[in-house]
């Protein structure tokens, strides 16, 4: 068989994919991006070439041999976005997981551990595949060498032949090297000769060979000026041509034998994959998540229930209400479950529903349960006619609260990580995806009982872990009061205006006619635009833009793309124009057309109380947080919520700048504070401070760079970060943080403190004690470290707004009850709570919900709430 090795420049690679790529995350925030682009590289490699041989080489340090000749070498590149470095050591871990050898020897380069590598190789009779995003390895190219040069994108590559290297350059590989020393390499800071560009260059190689030769044939050059600069820089070129030239000789300790292949450990690398979110890669992979059960089941002893007497039924029993439907809005209930001193019983839904006695205890408030997520077995029994009452523990919100990074999916998961097995997860027996079923009743019940036991043992552990805490009070007058709010909201529901919806979808698909029709003119033809590959042709071959990136497929036509070349001709707006309202379409009209309840004409989201692990509430089926507003047709959506009945508006009140209220009372910043207490405006006043202006002088651009700044700083933001979100160098977003902290030293201070806090507990918390464990924030992985010190700034400010927002709905739907007022809220989302109310009562939501909302928690500043009302949810805005 013949040998083959395929040696990789790691870090020019790694760079590549990184800056290829957009700052891809996984589910805990951590940037995969470079791993990535990385990972789609290597795939394609073992697939493609089936190498026997591998080493992927890296930069041991920044000085080199190469130093000592010249100091400079490699001067002026900017240091290493953070985002990039932290990913430098789930890199090795993913080439480790491929059982690939890598090498990095002290004061040499990759290039030149690829230099000697390659040419061992050959000798032995090897063919060797370089790949790289540095044309410096062309020069290692020979009949037996290939170089693959990355070119826009990461997979797709030009491979460097003698004879590939003649066409484009007409000079042989060997020669890259005096063309590196005559017109010099800007990445490595290599001077060459001033004024000598690359056609110069290659002009002068092509008639002399090599700058030895052509310095010793100066008399031959023709042009007074060319041959000044060559004699008077004949040292400089010479240094660059030995600066530019790859050691092949570099005293490595490892052997050809090192780096044989033999191929990936599928185990690690799935775990690594998962770990990271490559879900696409492994189902390329063709991995399938696979349930384990390894729940250790005692036998118990239970009763399935005939007829319901009082004498099952205790004042203090845990209870499971099971619904399997994800969306539990008018789902059926498969059974009931009951334990308390008297026993353990299993009741099936017809049993329950026909006896009185049970819907009484259940709906008697003096009976005290404890239940698994409370809110979906209240709102599940109240599509039945019964109110669940007298709830006063639940699991799941009390699991979440003690650790919000913890699964929390059903009991079991919850259970497990209390050492308690004698439960079994909802998939064991369920099954999942579509071969999710209901098994027989024996089966159902025992599970439901299980499950209703787990609770019943666990709860006193539980209520002992808040206390010891300090996060009882937060359980007890947070999350449980709020979880019966989000249950009347949910069940409410938000009336949509269907006749209204389904008209501004018909005049969204004429406008996308109108739109086409125009794309096709300024084509020069019809085509598909939601086809890439007939997109790419007509905007890189007919219209000739030019290419910024290319897929293993073809041209990338992208959204970030499509905006670098929106400068360049008109089509490309409107082509951006096109996918956003395709997506407002589909997505939001269409999509919340088929989720409206056809008996109420409203829609029923779910909130997740138990999901973030920052506190805040998310919304699903549908998400009615992420209704686009960036659009004037997205945020004409809005158009279509409307209240319930006749005579009534939509009252939205929103918070303003809560995170930064928040954060000017945690870091306990004198300007920041100052600003909040005199009412400014915090942008003009940051543009102000940081640009050392006055008022009058802050410029709308100095506003939104400040703005950028106020938001980005709180989540860690780093000079790459912002420089990318304001379009400037790094250069300058280094200069403008440090500005910012010179303005604000309190949120320096802040930032620093609550890190070394959080390296001392291991965990942060919010103003009313919400958690967040960092078990990452003293680890050895830069990576890991980075992102659990940017969440330990960031959670108590996130967190914080988040506690307010849910005290703020327990306050005011209290204040609502009080003053017999009709009003209700219907939605919150994010900062802003959305009400319904009749219109005489608006005067007095005007006085009473920003009261209630600006006076939920006392800070060293005020909170201020802004808020406006119409006949829609777009009117109130």
Not at 657 to 664: D, G, K, M, N, P
């Amino acid at each position: 068989m013949k040998k083959k090795l395929v040696l990789i420049d790691g870090n020019s690679i790694a760079y590549r994919a990184f800056f290829a790529l957009p700052l891809l995350h996984n589910d805990k925030g951590i940037h995969t991006n470079a791993v990535y682009g990385f990972t789609m590289m290597l795939m394609k490699i073992l697939e493609e070439e089936k190498p026997t041989h591998m080493l992927v080489a890296f930069d041991a340090g920044k000085t080199t041999f190469r130093h000592k000749t010249y100091s400079e070498y490699k001067g002026g590149r900017q240091k290493t976005p953070p985002e990039l470095s932290e990913q430098f050591p789930f890199l090795r871990e993913l080439l480790a997981a491929y059982q690939i050898c890598t090498y990095e020897l002290e004061n040499y380069e990759a290039d030149d551990i690829i230099g000697t590598l390659s040419l061992q190789a050959v000798k032995e009779g090897f063919d060797v595949k370089i790949i790289s995003g540095d044309r410096d390895l062309t020069q290692l190219v020979s009949d037996r060498v290939t170089v693959d040069i990355t070119r826009k994108g990461i997979t797709d590559v030009d491979s460097y032949t003698p004879e590939f290297v003649m066409e484009k350059y007409g000079i042989n590989p060997e020669q890259i090297i005096d063309l590196k020393g005559l017109m010099g390499d800007a990445s490595d800071n290599i001077p060459g000769v001033p004024g000598i560009g690359e056609k110069t260059a290659l002009k002068l190689l092509k008639e002399f060979g090599t700058i030895e030769n052509l310095l010793n044939s100066l008399d031959k050059v023709s042009g007074k000026k060319l041959k000044e600069k060559l004699t008077e820089h004949r040292e400089q070129a010479l240094m660059s041509k030995e600066l530019a030239t790859i050691l092949r000789e570099a005293p490595l300790d490892i052997s050809l034998e090192d780096t044989e292949y033999k191929g990936y450990d599928m185990e690690k690398v799935v775990a690594l994959f998962k770990e990271l979110g490559f879900n696409s890669l492994l189902s390329k992979m063709g991995q399938r998540e696979e349930v384990q059960e390894q729940a250790d089941l005692h036998e118990i002893k239970y009763e399935i229930v005939t007829e319901i007497t009082d004498k099952l039924l205790s004042n203090h029993s845990a209870l499971i209400v099971e619904v399997l439907e994800s969306n539990y809005h008018k789902a059926p209930i498969l059974g009931f479950a009951v334990v308390n001193e008297k026993g353990k019983f299993f009741i099936a839904t017809e049993t329950a529903f026909a006896s009185e006695t049970f819907k009484h205890w259940l709906e008697d408030e003096h009976q005290k349960k404890s239940v698994f997520d409370a809110k979906r077995a209240i709102v599940a029994l109240k599509w039945h006619g019964i109110t669940l009452k007298g709830i006063e523990f639940d699991l799941l919100i009390a699991s979440y609260i003690l650790n919000p990074s913890e699964s929390t999916e059903d009991i079991a998961s919850i259970a497990k990580t209390r050492g308690y097995t004698n439960v079994q997860t909802d998939e064991a027996v369920y099954g999942k995806g579509a071969k999710q079923s209901v098994p027989n009743e024996k089966v159902l019940a025992e599970h439901l009982v299980r499950k209703a036991l787990a609770i019943y043992e666990l709860e006193h552990q539980f209520v002992e872990e808040l206390k010891e805490n300090e996060q009882y009070e937060l359980f007890m007058e947070l999350e449980l009061p709020l979880t019966f709010i989000l249950t009347d909201m949910e069940f409410t529901g938000v009336k949509i205006d269907v006749d209204r919806l389904k008209k501004m979808g018909e005049e969204l698909a004429e406008q996308l006619k109108e739109i086409e029709q125009e794309i096709y003119e300024l084509a020069g033809q019809e085509f598909n635009i939601n086809s890439p590959k007939q997109l790419g042709v007509i905007l890189f071959e007919k219209l000739n833009l030019p290419v910024i990136k290319k897929t293993k497929t073809g041209y990338s036509t992208s959204a970030d793309v499509l905006e670098k070349l929106a400068p360049y001709h008109e089509i490309v707006e409107k082509i951006l124009h096109y996918r956003q309202l395709g997506k407002i379409q589909s997505t939001y009209i269409e999509g919340l057309l088929k989720v409206v309840h056809k008996d109420t004409n409203k829609v029923h989201t779910i909130f997740n109380q138990a999901l973030t692990q920052t506190g805040r509430l998310s919304s699903t089926e549908p998400n009615l947080q992420n209704i686009p507003i960036r659009l004037e047709e997205g945020r004409k959506i809005r158009q279509a919520f409307v209240p319930s009945q006749p005579g009534w508006v939509i009252f939205a009140a929103d918070y303003s700048q809560i995170e930064l209220r928040v954060l000017a009372h945690i870091a306990n910043d004198e300007n920041l504070i100052e600003a909040f207490v005199k009412d400014l405006d915090i942008h003009t006043k940051t543009a102000m401070d940081v640009f050392h202006v006055k008022e009058e002088e802050v410029t709308a651009n100095m506003r939104r760079q400040a703005k950028a700044v106020n938001f980005g700083i709180v989540y860690g933001i780093s000079d790459y970060g912002l420089s990318q979100n304001l379009n400037i160098t790094r250069k300058e977003a280094a200069q403008f943080i440090e500005r910012y902290f010179a303005s604000f030293p309190g949120v320096k201070q802040y930032m620093e403190d609550i890190v070394q806090q959080a390296k001392q507990k291991g965990y942060v918390t919010t103003l009313l004690h919400r958690r967040r464990y960092l078990p990452d924030i003293t680890s050895r992985n830069f990576n890991l470290r980075s992102f659990a010190e940017r969440t330990a700034m960031n959670t108590p400010i996130q967190g914080s707004a988040a506690d307010i927002i849910k005290k703020a709905m327990i306050d005011l739907a209290q204040r609502l009850k009080e003053e017999k007022l009709q009003a209700r809220i219907l939605l919150q989302v994010h900062d802003e709570l959305i009400l319904e109310a009749p219109e005489e009562e608006v005067e007095k939501l005007q006085k009473i919900v920003p009261e209630v909302m600006e006076n939920a928690i006392e800070l060293k500043v005020p909170l201020k709430v802004d808020y406006h009302y119409g006949p829609t949810w777009y009117d109130a805005k």
